[in-house]
């Protein structure tokens, strides 16, 4: 059974940065597309960034272009969300999800981890 962890969320001032990481068990990564989403407070869930097990490719929402970069090792099975230059619109519950073919799309991830938290915050 897949299932996946993250971990790395906590409270960190504007402009200061975190590294979430996304931790897959149960199956081989290299097969799986991982997804990383957010939820603000009285906001719908939100594609973040993705990264396609198919080609390799990266996507980036418009919102945190040139401020994450999502990177994956999957000798270790993990995920990586790097997010420099933080904004406090950046608050929010942050999800790993797992799917063969997802991409930016929720319905496309077969499973999700429980969420870490990120405040950024003075």
């Known amino acids: 059974q897949l299932q996946l962890v993250e971990s790395g969320g906590g409270l960190v001032q504007p402009g200061g940065s975190l590294r979430l990481s996304c931790v897959v068990s149960?199956?081989?990564?290299?097969?799986?597309?991982i997804g990383w989403f957010r939820q603000a407070p009285g906001k719908e869930r939100e594609v973040v960034s993705a990264t396609s097990a198919s080609d390799g490719s990266t996507y980036y929402a418009n919102s945190v272009k040139g401020r994450i970069t999502i990177s994956r090792d999957n000798a270790k099975n993990t995920v990586y969300l790097q997010m420099d230059s933080l904004k406090p619109e950046d608050t929010g519950v942050y999800y790993c999800a797992a799917g063969i073919a997802g991409w930016i799309y929720e319905y496309e991830y077969d499973y999700w981890g429980q969420g870490t938290q990120v405040t950024v915050s003075s």
């Open positions: 149960g199956v081989t990564l290299d097969y799986y597309s």
